[in-house]
């Protein structure tokens, strides 16, 4: 059974920075996706096997994706935070690759998700 535990949420002012954390039993294949109310899933940044990241354009220079191997555990340092990224962050992970056309396109393509940790922007 897939085990992601997110933790880090919380709520900060526009421009401020947040760090989002998921420990896991050890995926290669690691992302994370973001809901805000009445929206579509969006895939937010994803990083493979070798360490090789993507990012949705709308956080391009502001968050980072990394991993710890050792420790299993997922990151995502978001910088410069603005009202618009106010949602619920999913960590996801998938034993195969997952193509970043597909997240990019569906918000998802994972098959195994964390349960979300809020993150609130005010202006």
């Known amino acids: 059974q897939a085990q992601l535990v997110e933790s880090g949420g919380g709520s900060v002012q526009a421009g401020g920075s947040l760090r989002l954390s998921c420990a896991h039993s050890g995926y290669l294949y690691m992302g994370w996706i973001r809901q805000a109310p009445g929206k579509e899933q969006e895939g937010v940044a994803a990083?493979?096997?070798?360490?090789?990241?993507n990012y949705a354009d709308s956080v391009k220079g502001r968050f980072t994706i990394s991993k710890d191997t050792v420790k299993k555990i997922l990151y995502l340092k978001m910088d410069s935070l603005k009202p618009e990224d106010t949602a619920t962050y999913y960590c996801v992970a998938d034993s195969d690759p997952i193509p970043w056309a597909v997240v990019a396109a569906t918000g998802g393509g994972y098959n195994y998700w964390g349960k979300g940790t809020q993150v609130t922007v005010s202006s």
């Open positions: 990083i493979d096997a070798d360490g090789s990241t």
